[in-house]
């Protein structure tokens, strides 16, 4: 039986990728604060109320929705740390119990990769001398061990990004006299909405002009059914 690592070094692919897990949720939060919050003060304005009415309405859905994302992301991310030390422990076990097995099966997943059976078995026994547990997790799960995203960190940067976000239709809303408020509003949050949309594709490494539209009509839609909602109202 072979020793298992307690510990492996920290590798710039685990930093990049608790990085852009901190971005994405960033870019998300913007993303969602400009949208909810252009919806709501879109339909209070529309129904002619006060500047203090849609003020006051737009605050709250800035508090209410930057909690809303900043638990969510906690609560998301702290599934997958947990699932992740979960895999670990079970893996600890398979390898405990099973190392041979475990051998064989490291050996199909570098065969899968394009190796061919003599090489791929030869490379598995050595990972497997070196760093059994480490190794496993790494190739057949995506694991690092002992490096799991940190929830608060996804959840502030998904919390303080909604207030910032949301800030721009409050703004807008604001400063715009009637009768260009609403027109005004909606064109200052198609242009936010082109840059997050733009941004959320190339950190996915999606087709960018794709991402732009989906974004822009999500938030135009929202726009739309609350100002149509807010004029019947108002």
Same mark, same amino acid.
């Given at each position: 039986?072979?020793?298992?690592?307690?510990?492996?070094?920290?590798?710039?692919?685990?930093?990049?990728?608790?990085?852009?897990?901190?971005?994405?949720?960033?870019? $998300?939060?913007?993303? *969602?604060?400009?949208?909810?919050?252009? /919806?709501?003060?879109?339909?209070?304005?529309?129904?002619?109320? &006060?500047?203090?009415?849609?003020?006051?309405? /737009? %605050?709250?859905?800035?508090?209410?929705?930057?909690?809303?994302?900043?638990? /969510?992301?906690?609560?998301?991310?702290?599934?997958?740390? *947990?699932?992740?030390?979960?895999?670990?422990?079970?893996?600890?076990?398979?390898?405990?119990?099973?190392? *041979?097995?475990?051998?064989?099966?490291?050996?199909? +997943?570098?065969?899968?990769? @394009?190796?061919?059976?003599?090489?791929?078995?030869?490379?598995?026994?050595?990972?497997?001398? !070196? *760093?059994?547990?480490?190794?496993?997790?790494?190739? !057949?799960?995506?694991?690092?061990?002992?490096?799991?995203?940190?929830?608060?960190?996804?959840?502030?940067? &998904?919390?303080?990004?909604?207030?910032?976000?949301?800030?721009?239709?409050?703004?807008? %809303?604001?400063?715009?006299?009637?009768?260009?408020?609403? &027109? @005004?509003?909606?064109?200052?949050?198609?242009?936010?909405?082109?840059? +997050?949309g733009y941004t959320s594709a190339t950190l996915g490494k999606a087709n960018? $002009?794709?991402?732009?539209?989906?974004?822009? $009509? +999500? /938030?135009?839609?929202?726009?739309?059914?609350?100002? $149509?909602? @807010?004029?019947? %109202? @108002?």
């Amino acid at each position: 039986m072979k020793a298992l690592s307690a510990s492996t070094p920290l590798e710039h692919r685990f930093h990049l990728s608790e990085r852009l897990n901190i971005i994405r949720a960033g870019v $998300l939060g913007a993303n *969602d604060g400009i949208i909810s919050v252009a /919806g709501i003060v879109v339909g209070v304005a529309s129904a002619h109320q &006060s500047q203090y009415t849609i003020f006051l309405a /737009g %605050i709250s859905g800035m508090l209410a929705g930057a909690f809303s994302m900043g638990g /969510g992301e906690y609560v998301s991310v702290s599934t997958q740390r *947990d699932t992740q030390k979960s895999m670990m422990e079970l893996q600890k076990e398979a390898i405990q119990n099973e190392y *041979d097995a475990e051998v064989v099966s490291l050996q199909r +997943t570098y065969e899968s990769k @394009g190796l061919p059976t003599p090489l791929a078995h030869q490379v598995a026994s050595a990972f497997m001398q !070196k *760093d059994s547990l480490d190794i496993t997790l790494r190739e !057949k799960y995506n694991i690092e061990l002992h490096h799991y995203f940190n929830p608060w960190h996804a959840a502030f940067s &998904s919390f303080f990004s909604f207030m910032l976000g949301s800030l721009l239709p409050i703004i807008a %809303i604001l400063a715009i006299p009637y009768p260009f408020k609403v &027109s @005004g509003t909606i064109g200052s949050i198609v242009l936010a909405l082109i840059a +997050t949309g733009y941004t959320s594709a190339t950190l996915g490494k999606a087709n960018r $002009l794709k991402g732009v539209l989906r974004n822009v $009509l +999500t /938030g135009v839609l929202t726009m739309v059914v609350t100002y $149509l909602i @807010g004029g019947s %109202i @108002g």
